[in-house]
């Protein structure tokens, strides 16, 4: 049965279940399978017209062990994409000649998110019935997560849910999902920092085991294994839509914390034919950095018209680095200490492995407004501003192999700068219009570890 390891090498092996209700791993570490399982051509050929569920199952099956049978299984997934808001859940449009949009804004919350989100909604609740425990999540979000983990588990009576958000760097939109919804067990907390405070707020948390414990604590950021699983299937039902396994395509993912692209990495470990996945940075570009001179330095993040993209440490660029250094925990762990001195250098062996299947590319303000507005009048298709960042650095990359470019959220999680771009204002889905007069449910907290935890502690007692 397929075992879970970290990778800094230095905590016990977990089945996929115990790695799902985990999280980060004890030595600070992220869980990645022990091995990649293998699809075949054959295998590959075997999705081409199946529902995108059928292709989930197919895809996930194999690294879940036993914790559900295929029936159990099934259900969840069924039961996860029924509040999609479209057929195909992932639907590809053509932007140009060989440049494909895949659009992953139809979900509940408008964000890729919610492929992942409401899958491990469902596989958590169904492990948490047969277990009875109860456990407290704490997510840290730049906009996206966060209403994507609101909406999988609120009112739900054995899960309590902090969602860690930088005050004042969402977008209105982003910030009303997750201080209107009134379920008592959602806390939104607007930190006063940013994204790579809340993120490491929340890892000091599972590094501190009597909180960790105490609290029953999980996480639900793609530090999870779950979350990067599920995401790997919409690389699998794209690719197989443009001709896979007997075509190749390439991928150009907007990339924050780098798990989407990273579950487009186990697609191609897998076996489906990517030829290049391209990393697509706002200006906010340190894995762009990274890759163009070896060194991973943040230095500070700035707000952008693309606020989910603004991270300067991506947490799942870990996993990357855990394979291009031949799965040496202790390299990985080094290396983590020294980027908490400030910086590491990537070895010229493990960068050339990393740029063997990784290019990329950063987009300025500008040009991200510039590619809304144009995108607009070449192909009809108005974009977020995040997936104008990812077709603008698509377009250096663009050639005899298909290239499809995520659409990472819908247009109308970011009106202001949308509109600002091309004149036009996307509205909200009607499900969603009153929203914008709710009243607002938020607690401002200071970027301080022990604050934090004392009112986990204290919310959680009520
Ligand atoms: N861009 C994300 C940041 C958190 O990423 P995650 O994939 O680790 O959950 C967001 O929008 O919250």
Redesign the pocket.
Known sequence: MMRYISTRGAAPSLTFGEAMMTGLARDGGLYVPETIPHISPDQIAALVGQSYEDIAFAVMRPYIGDLFTDAEFKGLIAKAYAGFGHMARAPLKQLAPNHFLLELFHGPTL?F?DFAMQLIGQMMQAALAKSGERITIV????????SAAIEAFKGLANVDVFIL?PHGRVSEV?RRQMTTPDAANIHALAIDGT?DDA?ARLKDMFNDFAFRDGVRLAG????NWA?VLAQVVYYFSAAVSLGAPHRKVSFTVPT??F??IFAGYIARQMGLPIEKLVIATNQNDILHRALSTGDYRPDGVVPSIS???D?QVS??FERALFDAYGRDGKAIAALMDDLKAGAFHISQGALETLRATFASGRCSESETQDTIRQTLNDSAELLCPHSAVGVYVAQDHLGATPMITLATAHPAKFPDAVEQASGLRPALPPRMADMMTKPERVTRVPNDLAALQALVRERIAR
């Open positions: 964000a998110k997510g840290a979000t730049s906009g996206d997560t966060g958000f982003q994204f993120q639900v950021n793609s530090i979350r924050g914390n798990g989407d606020p989910s993209m991270i947490s799942n």
